[in-house]
């Protein structure tokens, strides 16, 4: 039996709570909107699972959206913690008792380009089907992405993450939380369990949910898992 050996870090990746565009059912991409009620509700219900099981990051890498980076400020503030946004060199001489917070483009979400904020209703017939039944066949609208480039930066990101656990690295010995939105966490989680282009949307990815991800040596030998699938945001925690 072969033994897989993973590094020590600790990385998890967490989607961001609700908004209002995620009841209307529209693509948001990267249109920058901010939780609702619940989606607040839901970001503090993750920060208590984030207390539940020990898990006080070291520095949190964020998508660059208000819904991303307040479903961090909500979390953390659960365990009575605070984000401070800096450069990674600055986060790894920080001595405060603030939370480091990186922007990492590449966690930000999937371009829709000129169909976000159009309600999939009034998207033509056959969008849905393709964009989410037969991803190898979609062909991104105008100023869109298509899913080639998103898994490129998703494979480059876990790749800057590999690098930089590995033993003797500047995360080698870190917690990590990567708070990002639901195409990039599909995005991640396809290459994370070795899984074709068709498989993409198989897996669902509620609003808050948390994943940890096990990196190794070799890519093949990574490895992920749901810690919480997601919150409604009325747990009783």
């Not at 898990?55 to 964020?62: A, E, G, H, Q, Y």
């Not at 913690?81 to 480091?100: R, S």
């Not at 990590?176 to 669902?204: N, P």
Request: proline residues 4%; charged residues 30%; negative net charge.
């Amino acid at each position: 039996m072969i033994q897989r050996s993973f590094f020590m870090a600790k990385i998890y990746f967490l989607r961001h709570g609700q908004t209002d565009m995620n009841i209307s059912h529209m693509l948001q991409g990267r249109t920058n909107t901010d939780l609702n009620d619940r989606g607040r509700r839901q970001a503090r219900s993750a920060g208590r699972a984030f207390e539940r099981d020990g898990i006080r990051p070291d520095i949190i890498f964020s998508s660059p959206l208000n819904r991303v980076r307040e479903t961090v400020g909500e979390a953390l503030a659960v365990n009575s913690l605070e984000p401070i946004d800096m450069t990674l060199g600055e986060a790894l001489v920080y001595q405060g008792e603030k939370i480091p917070r990186v922007t990492d483009e590449r966690l930000i979400e999937m371009s829709f380009g000129e169909v976000e904020g159009i309600p999939m209703s009034e998207l033509p017939d056959d969008f849905a089907e393709i964009f989410f039944e037969d991803p190898a066949n979609y062909e991104p609208v105008p100023g869109a992405e298509s899913y080639q480039e998103l898994l490129k930066r998703c494979r480059s990101f876990i790749g800057y993450l590999r690098e930089n656990t590995r033993p003797g690295a500047i995360l080698a010995d870190k917690t990590i939380v990567c708070a990002t939105h639901g195409g990039v966490l599909h995005g991640m989680l396809l290459l994370l369990w070795h899984r074709d282009l068709e498989d993409f949307w198989k897996q669902q990815v509620k609003n808050c949910a948390i994943v940890r991800a096990d990196l190794a040596d070799s890519a093949e030998d990574d490895t992920a898992e749901f810690i919480e699938e997601g919150f409604t945001g009325e747990e009783k925690m």
